[in-house]
């Protein structure tokens, strides 16, 4: 599927994000302050297509909304670029893809937005990383109807999620990728091979999660950490690289 044609597809996502919440519900309590969301989205590279004035691209609702596409992979961001080229190549010609932290789109629409309008972030996963997490969950006999797929490793046992030590900090690992989080759970079981066939994997999405951080704030929401993807890594990398020159 093309990507605009999914993109159009997926708006009911970004209207009515916890209608796809399966990761925790606790009761309602404070929400996560803002500037501990916008910390904990700050190292997860994005790509965004924006203009001259540094503004992403958008598509109004018919309330007067907008909605905004955001990539987990440059080639995602580079399909929708020229499939907008083929349809208005003036307009595609105005935008060009950038790298953000997905913590600076994440401001730009909690800044542009207002009682009256809205700045919606429309998460567009990797189709490789879609197509994984609903095989995995279809497996489980459920549906997964989410954007970008994110990864959890659980005891079934005990429902617990497993976690690593970092920084003298129990935290919990958020993977952006199948094949990253199956590395780590072998890894796992080869050090406790009791736990081996005790583990699963869940799928979250990545703006249920976020929709969990602005209404909810407790101990395994401010564990959590995200896992970098290959491609997230190569960026980090390359950044911290040129930071040293």
Do not use: H
């Not at 020229?82 to 595609?92: F, P, V």
């Not at 703006?207 to 909810?216: H, P, T, V």
């Amino acid at each position: 599927m093309k990507t605009l044609i999914r993109w159009s597809l997926t708006l009911g996502i970004l209207i009515n994000p916890l209608t796809n919440l399966n990761f925790i519900q606790p009761a309602a309590v404070v929400a996560l302050p803002q500037r501990e969301i916008v910390e904990f989205l700050s190292g997860v590279p994005v790509y965004s297509l924006l203009d001259q004035q540094g503004l992403p691209i958008g598509r109004q609702l018919d309330d007067g909304s907008v909605i905004t596409p955001v990539f987990m992979s440059r080639n995602e961001a580079q399909a929708f670029l020229r499939e907008l080229k083929e349809i208005n190549s003036q307009t595609a010609d105005s935008y060009r893809i950038q790298i953000l932290p997905l913590s600076r789109i994440y401001e730009i629409a909690r800044d542009t937005s207002t009682n009256s309008s809205r700045l919606f972030l429309d998460y567009i996963p990797s189709a490789q990383e879609l197509r994984t997490a609903r095989e995995l969950v279809t497996e489980k006999g459920q549906k997964y109807p989410g954007d970008v797929p994110l990864y959890l490793a659980k005891l079934e046992s005990d429902q617990s999620y497993l976690t690593i030590k970092q920084e003298d900090q129990e935290v919990v690992p958020i993977f952006f990728e199948k094949a990253t989080i199956d590395r780590w759970i072998e890894t796992v079981s080869q050090t406790r091979p009791e736990l081996g066939q005790d583990i699963s994997i869940n799928v979250i999405s990545l703006s249920s999660l976020i929709a969990n951080l602005e209404n909810n704030d407790n101990a395994l929401l401010r564990s959590l950490r995200f896992w970098p993807s290959q491609e997230m890594m190569k960026i980090i990398r390359s950044n911290s690289e040129n930071q040293l020159q």
